[in-house]
């Protein structure tokens, strides 16, 4: 997210939920549902940082998730998934992650406003 900073110094990290394929560091528009809350380490290094992962609706369009609010409509099954992709992402990279929770929009809005004071 553009103008943010989260605890690993990198822009907030966004996973935006659409139809149409886009492009690492694109800008869209998009409603914020919800937040996997998590932590990650290097496999050689001891150091935790957390790295939480906001979850992201595609605004502009009409499509198959204009009706999803939170990340609670989602369902339990779906958001399972989502914190598996988290998990796998990082593994491929030589990180572990873990996932701490998942949050609703006021705990966004909160992450956000907090990472925008960071910059």
Same mark, same amino acid.
């Given at each position: $997210? #553009?103008?943010?900073?989260?605890?690993?110094?990198? #822009?907030?990290?966004? @996973?935006?939920?659409? &139809?149409? #394929?886009?492009? #690492? *560091? /694109?800008? @869209?528009?998009?409603?914020? =549902?919800?937040?996997? &809350? *998590?932590?990650?380490?290097? !496999? !050689?290094?001891? !150091? !935790? &940082?957390?790295?939480?992962?906001?979850?992201? =609706?595609?605004?502009?369009?009409?499509?198959?998730?204009?009706? =999803?609010?939170? =990340?609670?409509?989602?369902?339990?099954?779906? /958001?399972?998934?989502? &914190?598996?992709?988290?998990?796998?992402?990082? +593994?491929?990279?030589?990180? +572990?992650?873990?996932?701490?929770?998942?949050? %609703?929009?006021?705990?966004?809005?909160? @992450?956000?406003?907090? %990472? $925008?004071? %960071?910059?």
């Amino acid at each position: $997210m #553009p103008s943010t900073e989260a605890d690993d110094r990198d #822009p907030i990290d966004v @996973l935006v939920l659409m &139809e149409e #394929p886009a492009f #690492p *560091g /694109c800008v @869209l528009k998009c409603r914020l =549902i919800g937040v996997i &809350e *998590g932590e990650q380490r290097d !496999k !050689k290094k001891k !150091k !935790k &940082e957390r790295n939480d992962r906001l979850i992201a =609706i595609q605004e502009d369009a009409a499509h198959s998730w204009a009706d =999803i609010k939170t =990340i609670d409509d989602l369902g339990k099954e779906f /958001c399972r998934e989502l &914190e598996d992709f988290c998990v796998n992402y990082h +593994e491929l990279s030589g990180k +572990e992650y873990r996932v701490l929770g998942v949050k %609703g929009p006021t705990q966004v809005h909160k @992450l956000v406003k907090s %990472g $925008m004071n %960071g910059r």
